[in-house]
């Protein structure tokens, strides 16, 4: 007599397509993806490497005894020692940050409209010639100019030799933030428009030019200051006894006093720094000073949503006001 075949139950069937895919993302979410813990780790360690001696920078310039730690104490003292021994280098460090972001603003603004409106070799090549400085370490660019300029000594003792010099540096930075949002932007459309409306040229530029690179000449003002702040190489190259800014003071004061001194003298840098950097973050600057262009599609693309949704307030307040004014228009019934 043979066996009866049986057909299986719903418990004995082999799963489906989808019911394995699901138990394959059940494991895979159970089980720990050891690629992305690895990640984790590599990224948490870099972070530690390099922030944690800094935290131990500012540590030392908090404690009253750099060498018997926290115990010793908490104090201000270090951070008042630095701004009264080398208030003067952090003054002349602001007064040549401003100078340098005014020299640059003048010159780079209208640089990267220019360099934006057109579309030649040329002005491609002379986008590519202002990225030298860049390129170049700045030992180099301060040889050049004292090799120039060294000889008229006037100029190479005065607080302008250095502006000078920050000024060639963080230029291509200004340029390329300028000409990244005009180019973003149809300035010439816009351009076009206005002038067949009557307006000059001037009345283009700040009435339709700026109020548009807006963003990319905070942007720029925001690197080129942080930039000017923070450069050393140039700086100790230019640099005299009577002209003597923040970044050289910071080496000066680790070299030749307290270790706690220097370290209250990274406190104050810190302080100045910081906040830019964080203006920065909060524009989608990267650290080559340009801006994120996703970031500024999604501001052009609210920007468009809010003039086409006045667009249209205005519009249904036209309609109304003309519905208006035609019911008020007719004659009233006598019946």
């Known amino acids: 007599m043979s066996e009866q075949t049986r057909e299986p139950t719903i418990s004995q069937m082999p799963p489906g397509p989808a019911t394995q895919l699901a138990q394959v993302r059940t494991r895979r979410l159970r089980s720990p993806n050891w690629i992305t813990v690895g990640q984790v780790m590599v990224t948490l360690a870099l972070c530690a490497f390099l922030i944690v001696p800094m935290l131990m920078s500012v540590m030392a310039g908090l404690t009253v005894n750099y060498f018997r730690g926290?115990?010793?104490?908490?104090?201000l003292r270090w951070v008042s020692n630095v701004l009264e021994t080398y208030g003067d280098s952090v003054l002349t460090s602001l007064y040549v940050a401003a100078a340098t972001l005014a020299l640059v603003l003048l010159t780079g603004v209208p640089a990267g409209y220019a360099l934006a409106r057109s579309r030649t070799r040329l002005s491609r090549l002379i986008e590519e010639m202002l990225v030298l400085p860049i390129a170049l370490p700045?030992?180099?660019?301060?040889?050049g100019l004292l090799a120039i300029y060294g000889g008229f000594s006037a100029f190479r003792n005065s607080l302008w030799f250095i502006v000078v010099g920050h000024f060639v540096f963080?230029?291509?930075?200004?340029?390329?933030s300028v000409a990244a949002i005009c180019a973003s932007i149809d300035l010439r459309t816009l351009e076009e428009g206005a002038a067949s409306l009557g307006a000059r040229f001037s009345q283009r530029f700040f009435t339709i030019v700026l109020p548009n690179a807006w963003p990319g000449i905070l942007a720029g003002a925001l690197t080129v200051v942080t930039l000017s702040l923070g450069e050393f190489n140039l700086t100790w190259m230019l640099h005299t006894p009577d002209t003597k800014t923040l970044p050289v003071g910071l080496a000066d004061a680790y070299a030749s006093m307290r270790i706690e001194i220097g370290s209250a003298y990274t406190i104050v840098f810190f302080a100045i720094t910081i906040p830019l950097l964080i203006g920065m973050q909060l524009l989608g600057i990267d650290p080559g000073g340009n801006l994120d262009p996703q970031r500024l599609q999604r501001k052009h693309a609210k920007r468009r949503a809010r003039e086409s949704a006045n667009a249209g307030a205005n519009a249904a307040a036209s309609i109304d006001a003309a519905n208006n004014a035609s019911a008020s228009a007719l004659p009233d019934n006598p019946l």
Do not use: D, H
């Not at 700045?138 to 040889?143: E, N, V």
């Open 70 to 75: 926290i115990s010793s104490g908490l104090t």
């Open 170 to 176: 963080t230029l291509p930075f200004m340029v390329r």
């Open 138 to 143: 700045g030992l180099a660019t301060a040889l």
